[in-house]
């Protein structure tokens, strides 16, 4: 018998050396699998609110109570105690505890987020059909801050009567643009590649640009950061070099990854790879990481922000951290504050009038799946041409039902935070049918005017595509003509199908020139980009265009 135990205890640990070496010296991922097991499993599954049994989730009621049931039963059989029989009991009495928990707990997970949004209609007695089972629930408010209040399984819902006025700063280039620009850049390096989640743009004082992790690969160390104007231009770089060198990368080995090391420095702090960006400042690269805390919620475990984690090289090649737990608007040139935490938020919406009307009656908003918006259908990062801030703005649809008409934005502050805290939503909903937004309509609109300029765009090879339909005001988007990857029209549409869009032929660009004449039915010609306006009427676009085009002319004169 005890040479039988010797055995099993020398197999295991032979096992958990392998594992050990394998996961956490090969591939060096120990302290994020135990960050992983720590705040997934254990918190995040069994017990959110620590020693708190008593708030534990049904899942860890549920185990506790059948593997209670399985002790009770094996020593009922074998003794045939009176003991055994009540452990049964007691088991019995836990897994009817978990099924309840498991009920009650239904909308916990929606109300942990749910507690920071503001809903905004424009004329409380016409409210918009989306809004119909959750207002047949909401009573007057007593307070400043909400005119109508609705409370559901403990949701509460704050309504207020305003005036909606959103009006965003066009894009120069669309994310699918960026992306095929950004990795393009990096074909030629068989040692770094780009993280193309970390894709991201931001806004600074000499112009908003996109920009790309560039990580190491076969054992390299991180390369640097790549950012790109959305222009004709190729994308520029600063490098992990010099005095800021960083000998790990993401993906890195034998005790060179970069995860790891934050996992191990940074317990506590969680990272969707999605927020991760990278900047730029006077030559020296930047990795921003939003990160989140996990905390309990009743009987669920929910996250609020954590801070912003700052990674940046040095001299001898380690990495330096940086922790900013309180970020104010204007601090740094992207998002602060994480776009999955304003997804959860966002999604929250849908339990406000309760779970049968989520469940049965399809109650809530979502995200267009029209073809022009897949693979980027939500959480646009937009800067705010009213206060110059950036936000993460989805415009939405009722969940309910194949209509693409939009008819609401959810809009969160996205480079302002606070440790511990959530941002506040705000969700503007259109109570005028009229003002809907009809995404398909406009898609065919821009098709049937890009054919009448160039016939052969959507059909040559490469074949050109919309991309991107993005709100510049409550009644009117901008959205992207590509081809092969590269923007060759700007589009400006309008809701009302009584004007034409307008279409902007980029410079740099390849195909048919686009007609600037009036057309036959009388209508407004599309404008071509004219660099002899008035340099201060401009569009901060159409000057970084015409500014680069002369920068080319300047170039080729002198080459």
Excluded at 89 to 103: E, K, N, P, S
Excluded at 107 to 131: C, F, I, M, R
């Amino acid at each position: 018998m005890r040479a039988w135990l010797i055995g099993v205890g020398f197999v295991a640990a032979l096992a958990l050396a392998a594992c050990w070496f394998v996961f956490g010296y090969w591939w060096d991922n120990s302290w994020r699998m135990w960050q992983d097991f720590h705040w997934s499993v254990v918190v995040g599954t069994f017990v959110p609110n620590g020693f708190n049994v008593f708030q534990a989730t049904w899942v860890f009621y549920l185990l506790v109570g059948l593997v209670v049931i399985g002790i009770g039963a094996f020593f009922a059989n074998a003794i045939e105690s009176a003991l055994g029989g009540l452990t049964v009991v007691f088991g019995v009495i836990l897994v009817i505890a978990a099924i309840v928990v498991a009920i009650v707990a239904i909308p916990h997970k929606e109300a942990s987020y749910a507690g920071k949004t503001t809903l905004v209609v424009e004329d409380l007695d016409k409210p918009p059909a989306s809004l119909q089972f959750l207002m047949d629930s909401v009573q007057s408010s007593s307070g400043e801050e909400c005119d109508l209040v609705g409370t559901t399984r403990g949701i509460t819902s704050c309504i207020v009567e305003e005036e909606i006025d959103l009006e965003w700063e066009p894009r120069p280039a669309s994310a699918t643009a960026a992306r095929n620009k950004l990795v393009r850049a990096s074909e030629g390096d068989t040692f770094s590649y780009v993280m193309t989640d970390t894709i991201n743009y931001s806004k600074t004082a000499q112009g908003n640009y996109w920009s790309a992790i560039r990580d190491g690969k076969k054992k390299k160390p991180i390369d640097g950061v790549l950012t790109w104007d959305g222009t004709a231009s190729n994308p520029s770089k600063c490098e992990f070099a010099g005095d800021h060198e960083l000998n790990y990368a993401f993906k890195g080995s034998w005790g060179t990854n970069l995860a790891d090391l934050i996992a191990k420095e940074y317990h506590d702090h969680l990272y969707d790879q999605n927020d991760m960006w990278g900047y730029c400042v006077d030559g020296k690269p930047v990795i921003a990481i939003p990160t989140v805390k996990r905390e309990g919620y009743k009987h669920v475990a929910t996250d609020r922000f954590g801070g912003l984690l700052l990674v940046t090289g040095s001299p001898s090649g380690e990495p330096v951290f940086e922790l900013v737990e309180n970020v104010s608007a204007g601090d740094y040139p992207g998002p602060v504050y994480p776009s999955s935490l304003a997804e959860r938020q966002r999604d929250s919406f849908k339990m406000s009038a309760g779970v049968l009307d989520k469940w049965l009656r399809g109650f809530g908003m979502e995200a267009s799946s029209v073809s022009s918006q897949m693979g980027n259908s939500s959480e646009f990062l937009l800067e705010s041409a009213k206060d110059g801030r950036l936000y993460w703005v989805t415009p939405l649809k009722p969940a309910k039902g194949d209509s693409q008409r939009i008819t609401t934005y959810s809009v969160i502050p996205a480079d302002a935070a606070t440790s511990g805290e959530l941002n506040d939503q705000t969700m503007y909903m259109h109570s005028d049918i009229n003002e809907m937004v009809d995404l398909p309509t406009m898609q065919d609109r821009v098709t049937n005017e890009i054919n009448a300029k160039e016939p052969a765009f959507f059909g040559g090879d490469p074949a050109g595509r919309l991309a991107e339909f993005l709100p510049l005001t409550s009644d009117t988007w901008q959205v992207y003509a590509e081809r092969g990857g590269t923007v060759v029209y700007r589009i400006q549409i309008s809701t009302n199908e009584a004007l034409r869009p307008e279409v902007v032929k980029l410079s740099g660009a390849t195909g048919s020139p686009v007609d600037t004449g009036n057309s036959d039915d009388g209508q407004e010609g599309a404008p071509t980009l004219n660099c002899s306006s008035d340099a201060a009427a401009m569009a901060v676009i159409d000057l970084s265009e015409c500014m680069k085009m002369y920068s080319d002319e300047l170039a080729r004169r002198a080459g």
